[in-house]
Every structure is written in structure tokens, then in C-alpha cells.
């Protein structure tokens, strides 16, 4: 059933205040932006009633679902006994879901530091790997989004992110693991992940020698779901342990089981970071990031000089993803992940075959994308008609992101509780919206 194109006074009203009283640089999804109400499981409603199947999940953070009923009642019982406490103090909720990351990182990664956002976390860790190596540079990739603060902008790789020209001293970017459109223009597994060498020669050419760290996201998110070969992050680890920098993990998108099969997107490439940093998904909504390391690591902090955070570890966000770290453990765990996703890849790749402006798809688990293209010889970006997408999508009640670079990346990735029942009829939906766009083209 398509979508009723009418004008409600209700959602008039939300619209106009939003252009009076929001900064205009507020970005929002479709010709005309869509305002929610109310949200319950995999399906969200707008002011007007119509309802939606969300695979994008909020941007990869209701990783339970909408109003899911135990991280609810986590939050109001919390709620009821202490909403705020700050880092000064040590909180039940707090302490219990930094020993259960513990059990749940990889390696010997067991401590942690909670902020209120991915972008705090990354620039946390930033803070750490200095402070452990005393090294001061940082090497990041291309076409990579780090968060909107100034550092976490001056290591995003995508000009449109990087509002006022941002610049930051000792920030370098490497070419990027991007195979479908390899900035060296070679093959697959022939050029033997030449890209990952570039790592090393960014260190060499532009940095003192000596890095504090590389970070990069295991599969990066608002650059497209750009998926790295197998070999790529154990030839950089190694790289990078040789100029004395630390690895950064950051599992803001690919973390929680996104990416099926493993807790964390970086065990796919069977390497273990230094530290991690996380977000999104980890609170189905709550505000709350992560940064975690080695207690050997963690110690370097001890008499580097005084640190708190307001609104860290927040009693009531740490409830929220005690309580949705277990209903992932009951109901989404990384091999549901797997077993769904492996569904929706296969569905994605059908469509490919019907569609040659699906010039590529990638990802992993629920984490998967289509790269829109003009011609799928010459792979030119067609940005125009991946918003057509988008929008026809939500003509049929489908949420669907988008990415990349160039705009021409539709991004999907519902919550990690989606059944074979939601990824079909998703794909029912996304069909339909493909053959109109194909139609108009």
C-alpha cells in the first residue's frame, strides 16, 4: 500500500517551525522531511499515520527496535531511583555495563570510558593514543566520517563533512581500501591490497615518522558501506605497530553484531585493535558512546592530568544498553545477524541482476549497500537517481539511508531484530520502488 500524499495542519506546523527555529544546515532525508511520531518495533508512524518499515534504523542506532518494551522499563526504574550522577561517581548501571563490554570486546580489551556521543569517543581515543605513545600524529582514510566536533571533522575524509574548512595540525589521510572505484585503478585480488601500503607511505612522506595512531571504521559507514579484502587491516596493523601508533577501531556503525557473525566488525579481519570506540547502537537510542582499551593502555591516563564528563556513563543511558545488550544476547545475536543478513544480501545482489544502474553491493550482515550508478561500465555516480530511490522508497513505506561521497550510495541496515518476515517484505517494497525508478530513467 503506497504512502498518503497529503498535507496535515500538525505536520505544517512541524515543518515550519523546524525552517524559523533549526540552523538550516540541518540535513533531512527527502524533497520534502518527514516528521516521525511514534515508533514500535521495526515500523515507525508520521504525524499524519502513515506507517513505515525503518531499515535504516536511525542511522544504525535503534538496534532493538523502536520501543522495545526491557530497555523501557530498564530506563524508567533507573529513572525512578537516579537520572543523572556525571563521572564523579560511581554508578550500579555504570560499572555493571563496563564489566559487560568486558566480557564482550575482543583480546585483552576490558576497560572503558562512557561519553555521550561517537564523536566524544573518537576524540577520547585520540586523546589516549597520544597520551600512551607520545606521539602526536594520526593517520585516518580517505572518505571516512569521524564525527562533528573539530577533531572529529579534521579526520573525516569527505570535503561536504567538514564544515569551515576544518584543520587540524597532524592529521593525515590514507587512500582508501575502496575496491569497487580503487583510486589505484587496480583488480582484486591481483594488486594484493596495494592500498594498504599507501598507509605506510603517508607515514613516511608526510609525518614525523613517528604516529600516534591510525584510526579508521572496520566498514565505513557514511562513506558507503565501503567493505575492505581480508588482508587489508593485518598488513596495516603491522604497518602501524612499526611507527609506534596504536590501531583505532571505530565500531560506532559496525559494532553490537551489525556486521553478523562476530560482536565487533573488526574480527572479520581477524585483528585486534588497541582501542575501540562505539555508539549508536549500543543504547537502541539513548545517548551514549564508548572508548575502550587495554588496562596497560587505560593506566597511561592515571597522573596525565584531570578529566571528567558531565553527562558520561549516564545512569539512565548505561540501563538502556545493559538492557538492550540483552535482549540482543535473547533475540539478535551476531548469528541471527548473519543468518538475516545472508537473506538480504542475496535479495540485493537479484535485484543487481535486474537493475545494471546497481553498479555495486557491499556490506556485511545488516549493514549492506547499493552503489547507484549512471553506466555500469563507466561507474559514474548517479546521486539523482539514488534520491529517486529514496524517495520511492518512502512512496511504498520503506526508510532506506544514504552515503558516499558522491551522494549515490543507498545504505540499508534495520534493527539487528528484523526476521526473514521484515527483510522480505523490504525487498518487496525496494522492488517496486527500483522498477519505477527504472521506468522514469
Same mark, same amino acid.
Given at each position: 500500500?503506497?504512502?498518503?500524499?497529503?498535507?496535515?495542519?500538525?505536520?505544517?506546523?512541524?515543518?515550519?517551525?523546524?525552517?524559523?527555529?533549526?540552523?538550516?544546515?540541518?540535513?533531512?532525508?527527502?524533497?520534502?522531511?518527514?516528521?516521525?511520531?511514534?515508533?514500535?518495533?521495526?515500523?515507525?508512524?508520521?504525524?499524519?499515520?502513515?506507517?513505515?518499515?525503518?531499515?535504516?534504523?536511525?542511522?544504525?542506532?535503534?538496534?532493538?527496535?523502536?520501543?522495545?518494551?526491557?530497555?523501557?522499563?530498564?530506563?524508567?526504574?533507573?529513572?525512578?531511583?537516579?537520572?543523572?550522577?556525571?563521572?564523579?561517581?560511581?554508578?550500579?548501571?555504570?560499572?555493571?555495563?563496563? @564489566?559487560?563490554?568486558?566480557?564482550?570486546?575482543?583480546?585483552? *580489551? !576490558?576497560?572503558?570510558?562512557? #561519553?555521550?556521543? &561517537?564523536?566524544?569517543? =573518537?576524540?577520547?581515543?585520540?586523546?589516549?593514543?597520544?597520551?600512551?605513545?607520545?606521539?602526536?600524529?594520526?593517520?585516518?582514510?580517505?572518505?571516512?566520517?569521524?564525527?562533528?566536533?573539530?577533531?572529529?571533522?579534521?579526520?573525516?575524509?569527505?570535503?561536504?563533512?567538514?564544515?569551515?574548512?576544518?584543520?587540524?595540525?597532524?592529521?593525515?589521510?590514507?587512500?582508501n581500501p575502496y575496491c569497487y572505484r580503487c583510486p589505484l585503478k587496480m583488480t582484486y585480488p591481483s594488486c594484493g591490497a596495494a592500498c594498504a601500503e599507501d598507509v605506510e607511505e603517508v607515514i613516511k612522506t608526510t609525518t614525523?615518522?613517528?604516529?600516534?595512531?591510525?584510526?579508521?571504521?572496520?566498514?565505513?559507514?557514511?562513506?558507503?558501506?565501503?567493505?575492505?579484502?581480508?588482508?587489508?587491516?593485518?598488513?596495516?596493523? @603491522?604497518?602501524?605497530?612499526?611507527?609506534?601508533?596504536?590501531? *583505532? !577501531?571505530?565500531?560506532?556503525? #559496525?559494532?553490537? &553484531?551489525?556486521?553478523? =557473525?562476530?560482536?565487533?566488525?573488526?574480527?572479520?579481519?581477524?585483528?585486534?585493535?588497541?582501542?575501540?570506540?562505539?555508539?549508536?547502537?549500543?543504547?537502541?537510542?539513548?545517548?551514549?558512546?564508548?572508548?575502550?582499551?587495554?588496562?596497560?593502555?587505560?593506566?597511561?591516563?592515571?597522573?596525565?592530568?584531570?578529566?571528567?564528563?558531565?553527562?558520561?556513563?549516564?545512569?539512565?543511558?548505561?540501563?538502556?544498553?545493559?538492557?538492550?545488550?540483552?535482549?540482543?544476547?535473547?533475540?539478535?545475536?551476531?548469528?541471527?545477524?548473519?543468518?538475516?543478513?545472508?537473506?538480504?544480501?542475496?535479495?540485493?545482489?537479484?535485484?543487481?541482476?535486474?537493475?545494471?544502474?546497481?553498479?555495486?553491493?557491499?556490506?556485511?550482515?545488516?549493514?549492506?549497500?547499493?552503489?547507484?550508478?549512471?553506466?555500469?561500465?563507466?561507474?559514474?555516480?548517479?546521486?539523482?537517481?539514488?534520491?529517486?530511490?529514496?524517495?520511492?522508497?518512502?512512496?511504498?513505506?520503506?526508510?532506506?539511508?544514504?552515503?558516499?561521497?558522491?551522494?549515490?550510495?543507498?545504505?540499508?541496515?534495520?534493527?539487528?531484530?528484523?526476521?526473514?518476515?521484515?527483510?522480505?517484505?523490504?525487498?518487496?517494497?525496494?522492488?517496486?520502488?527500483?522498477?519505477?525508478?527504472?521506468?522514469?530513467?
Open positions: 500500500m503506497e504512502i498518503q500524499k497529503n498535507t496535515s495542519a500538525k505536520k505544517k506546523e512541524i515543518l515550519e517551525k523546524q525552517k524559523k527555529y533549526l540552523f538550516p544546515n540541518h540535513l533531512t532525508y527527502y524533497t520534502e522531511p518527514l516528521p516521525l511520531e511514534k515508533g514500535e518495533g521495526l515500523y515507525v508512524w508520521d504525524v499524519e499515520g502513515n506507517k513505515y518499515l525503518d531499515f535504516f534504523a536511525g542511522i544504525l542506532v535503534t538496534s532493538v527496535g523502536h520501543s522495545r518494551p526491557e530497555v523501557n522499563r530498564a530506563v524508567q526504574e533507573q529513572t525512578e531511583k537516579l537520572a543523572h550522577a556525571s563521572t564523579l561517581y560511581p554508578v550500579d548501571s555504570h560499572v555493571n555495563l563496563a @564489566e559487560k563490554l568486558a566480557e564482550l570486546a575482543t583480546g585483552e *580489551i !576490558s576497560m572503558s570510558y562512557f #561519553s555521550p556521543s &561517537g564523536t566524544e569517543a =573518537n576524540e577520547a581515543a585520540i586523546m589516549l593514543a597520544k597520551v600512551h605513545t607520545g606521539n602526536q600524529e594520526i593517520v585516518a582514510l580517505r572518505h571516512g566520517y569521524s564525527g562533528r566536533s573539530m577533531v572529529g571533522m579534521a579526520l573525516t575524509g569527505q570535503s561536504s563533512w567538514r564544515i569551515g574548512g576544518t584543520h587540524i595540525s597532524g592529521v593525515k589521510h590514507a587512500l614525523s615518522g613517528r604516529i600516534a595512531a591510525f584510526l579508521a571504521e572496520p566498514i565505513q559507514g557514511v562513506g558507503g558501506y565501503i567493505t575492505p579484502p581480508k588482508e587489508y587491516f593485518k598488513i596495516v596493523k @603491522e604497518v602501524i605497530q612499526h611507527y609506534g601508533g596504536l590501531f *583505532i !577501531s571505530d565500531e560506532v556503525q #559496525s559494532g553490537f &553484531g551489525r556486521t553478523g =557473525n562476530k560482536w565487533w566488525g573488526i574480527e572479520h579481519w581477524e585483528v585486534e585493535p588497541d582501542i575501540m570506540t562505539m555508539a549508536k547502537g549500543i543504547a537502541n537510542g539513548f545517548p551514549l558512546g564508548n572508548t575502550m582499551t587495554r588496562p596497560d593502555i587505560a593506566e597511561s591516563t592515571r597522573n596525565a592530568g584531570l578529566t571528567i564528563s558531565t553527562f558520561g556513563g549516564n545512569p539512565v543511558a548505561c540501563a538502556a544498553s545493559l538492557a538492550t545488550i540483552e535482549v540482543m544476547e535473547n533475540e539478535a545475536h551476531p548469528q541471527h545477524v548473519a543468518e538475516v543478513g545472508k537473506i538480504l544480501r542475496a535479495g540485493l545482489e537479484k535485484l543487481q541482476e535486474q537493475y545494471p544502474f546497481i553498479g555495486d553491493v557491499r556490506g556485511k550482515g545488516l549493514m549492506q549497500a547499493m552503489e547507484i550508478v549512471e553506466d555500469p561500465a563507466t561507474k559514474e555516480p548517479a546521486p539523482k537517481q539514488a534520491n529517486h530511490i529514496m524517495e520511492s522508497c518512502k512512496g511504498y513505506g520503506l526508510i532506506i539511508g544514504k552515503g558516499g561521497l558522491y551522494g549515490n550510495t543507498i545504505r540499508i541496515a534495520p534493527p539487528l531484530t528484523a526476521n526473514e518476515e521484515h527483510i522480505q517484505e523490504a525487498l518487496e517494497k525496494l522492488a517496486k520502488a527500483l522498477k519505477e525508478v527504472a521506468k522514469s530513467a
